[in-house]
T-cell receptor, first 110, second 116 residues
């Protein structure tokens, strides 16, 4: 069953605006990771947030985690055309595998 | 620099043929994974390995096989290719795994396979 579900499935914004993507999951987790995938490329790790953290920053990225709601959000501030990509959340399953959501496709228009 | 590579990057084959996709990593990671990515399904795990001579089935393993004879390589074989196996295939590796692992997965560039 799907562990992570991203919302929205697609998002289109203007350069300079902020982009927010959400991820919901079903079971308790130790950590949650976000990955980015540029068109025609493999996934690249962006950021990891542990279950005892509520918020984490990395450059223009801000990730929040609400374990009571089993949800996480990824905020990209001051978006650029180069941020155009698909973004996936991923959580470790109880058998150790990383389970990926279906992703949010972000388009940033110049 | 350490890396993970896949070959070929693009492959066209015919139904019924055996196809092998290569994955090679120089991270010296114990864990390697094969995924397929299709529109509407996201990433789905095909097979994975936690070390040499270890292989495990993922959620969509039917029609695929892997073998792990060394740390660096995990080739994926389609025994008899079917049109339903047309997809983009990604290999990934990680140092450790487990419910409490904080290790990230490093992905290869992908192989686009078309089965006619």
């Amino acid at each position: 069953s799907q562990q992570g579900e991203e919302d929205p499935q697609a998002l289109s914004i203007q350069e300079g605006e902020n982009a927010t993507m959400n991820c919901s999951y079903k079971t308790s987790i130790n950590n949650l990771q976000w990955y980015r995938q540029n068109s025609g490329r493999g996934l690249v790790h962006l950021i990891l947030i542990r279950s005892n953290e509520r918020e984490k920053h990395s450059g223009r990225l801000r990730v929040t985690l609400d374990t009571s709601k089993k949800s996480s959000s990824l905020l990209i501030t001051a978006s650029r055309a180069a941020d155009t990509a698909s973004y996936f959340c991923a959580t470790p399953s109880n058998t150790g595998k990383l389970i990926f959501g279906q992703g949010t496709t972000l388009q940033v228009k110049p | 620099d350490a890396e993970i590579t896949q070959s070929p990057r693009h492959k066209i084959t015919e139904t019924g043929r055996q196809v092998t996709l290569a994955c090679h990593q120089t991270w010296n990671h114990n864990n390697m994974f094969w995924y397929r990515q299709d529109l509407g399904h996201g990433l789905r795990l095909i097979h994975y390995s936690y070390g040499v001579h270890d292989t495990n089935k993922g959620e969509v393993s039917d029609g695929y096989s892997v073998s792990r004879s060394n740390t660096e390589d995990l080739p994926l074989t389609l025994e008899s290719a079917a049109s339903s196996q047309t997809s983009v295939y990604f290999c990934a590796s990680s140092r450790t795994t487990g419910e409490f692992s904080t290790d990230t997965q490093y992905f290869g560039p992908g192989t686009r396979l078309t089965v006619l």
